[in-house]
């Protein structure tokens, strides 16, 4: 598994062992999200002091950086089903695609814009994004750059997005998880008072498991049970944040202020 370490400014990878590297990142550059690319690299977002750029670290190692123009820091990061490299700019009212080769390409939202935040590939093969102030989920097509927009009630506040066992994008909010179908039909299902899940992935049982963040605690949400949770303490002081399906079958975890990687799962 990779993963981004923001305030050390460097990239880790663990094994399913435990061996664990990491990879320093020139100055202090902030790495905010990872993805694998659709060369097999790892590529990923940095914020830099007035602007950000566009990673990119090979398995062994080797480092690539694409310095954005100024002002423009990156956020959410994914692959998408055209092959190209697509991530989210703070406070910007586009969307920007990336070749593997690092030139890029603006795609304007519509007005209001608000701040997007992350960014998937959906199982239409579009790209899926989350959007706060107004509250909104958006939907572009990779090959012709076309934007749908879906509000969302206010204060909703959506953050990381993934595409669950069932075919339908869900995504974390400050006090709820919400689901959209590929055609629009949005719901949104109740989690721990207070808990502010953070990132969110689809388990090898089919099943929706998320970081809460503040409860100090991993949620699972079947699908075909919406709005049943099911939560599992963490223990010590750490804050789950972003987590993932491993290839071995467990659901592995980052934790703020506890400088640890976690693993769930036999």
Do not use: C
Request: proline share 9%; net charge negative; glycine share 14%.
């Amino acid at each position: 598994m990779w993963f981004v370490e923001t305030e050390a400014s460097k990239i880790g990878r663990i094994t399913t062992s435990g061996i664990f590297t990491e990879f320093a990142l020139p100055a202090t550059n902030n790495p905010q999200d990872i993805t694998v690319g659709p060369d097999g690299a790892l590529w990923f977002t940095e914020a830099h002091s007035g602007g950000g750029a566009i990673g990119r670290i090979t398995t062994s190692g080797a480092l690539t950086e694409h310095i954005l123009a100024p002002t423009n820091v990156p956020l959410g990061i994914a692959t998408g089903s055209d092959g190209n490299i697509w991530f989210t700019v703070v406070g910007k009212a586009y969307l920007v695609r990336m070749t593997p080769q690092g030139v890029t390409k603006k795609f304007t939202l519509p007005l209001p814009a608000g701040t997007t935040q992350y960014i998937t590939s959906g199982p239409d093969g579009a790209l899926w994004f989350t959007v706060r102030s107004p509250d909104k989920i958006g939907r572009m097509d990779p090959l012709t750059g076309s934007v749908t927009e879906y509000p969302l009630a206010d204060n909703t506040r959506p953050y990381h997005i993934t595409t669950g066992a069932d075919g339908k994008l869900w995504f974390t909010a400050d006090t709820e998880l919400g689901s959209i179908t590929v055609d629009g039909q949005l719901a949104g299902y109740p989690v721990p008072e207070s808990s502010y899940p953070a990132g969110i992935t689809a388990g090898p049982d089919g099943r929706l498991w998320f970081a809460l963040n503040a409860l100090r605690a991993l949620g699972r949400m079947d699908p075909q049970r919406p709005g049943h949770v099911v939560t599992f303490p963490i223990p010590g002081e750490a804050n789950p944040y972003g987590i993932a399906s491993g290839p071995d079958g467990r659901i592995w975890f980052t934790a703020n202020f506890a400088n640890m990687i976690g693993v769930f799962g036999p």
